[in-house]
Structures are given as structure tokens and as C-alpha cells.
């Protein structure tokens, strides 16, 4: 059996791109609470008049997280007497 521990994931957004999150994201978004979301629309009923439109919690949480790490990135350049630390970012 092979274990791969400390591995990144690339997912790939319409809006952002290629988004590369951690192994500890990856292993969160690996768990059963996570993955519910998959089936839940973001945009309700709209998906059944713009039918390109597949947007769902799952997708906007994974676009969360990589704009939450740009702003935590952003913070750390701009303001170096905050001391974030690369773990923490």
C-alpha cells in the first residue's frame, strides 16, 4: 500500500484558474462533511434557466479558501511587522 502524505491538489475554477491548495485543504476537503455540499446550488433555481450556470457550495468554498490564502499572502507582504510565518499563510 502506498501513502502519500504531504501532497498539494490543483483544482481547476472558471474564475480563478488553477487553484493549488495544501494537503491539510486537500484532506479537509477529502472528508464526508466537506463533500455534502457538492449537490447544493449556490445559485438556488437559476441553474434551470442559465443551464451552463453548475456553480454549487462545493466550488464556492474551494474558491473561498484561495481568496482567503491571496488576502492572508497580501497581508503578509504589505505589513511585515505582522510576522505571519509561511506555515500560517
Not at 42 to 49: D, E, F, P, R, T
Not at 52 to 80: D, M, W, Y
Request: aromatic share 6%.
Amino acid at each position: 500500500m502506498l501513502h502519500i502524505i504531504n501532497m498539494s491538489k490543483i483544482f481547476h475554477d472558471d474564475i480563478h484558474g488553477p487553484i493549488e491548495l495544501c494537503p491539510l485543504a486537500v484532506k479537509i476537503i477529502d472528508t464526508m462533511e466537506f463533500q455534502r455540499p457538492r449537490n447544493i446550488k449556490q445559485l438556488g433555481s437559476a441553474y434551470m434557466v442559465f443551464t451552463s450556470t453548475s456553480h454549487n457550495r462545493f466550488e464556492h468554498s474551494i474558491g473561498v479558501a484561495h481568496l482567503a490564502r491571496s488576502l492572508i499572502n497580501e497581508i503578509a507582504r504589505n505589513q511585515p511587522e505582522l510576522n505571519i510565518s509561511r506555515a500560517e499563510n
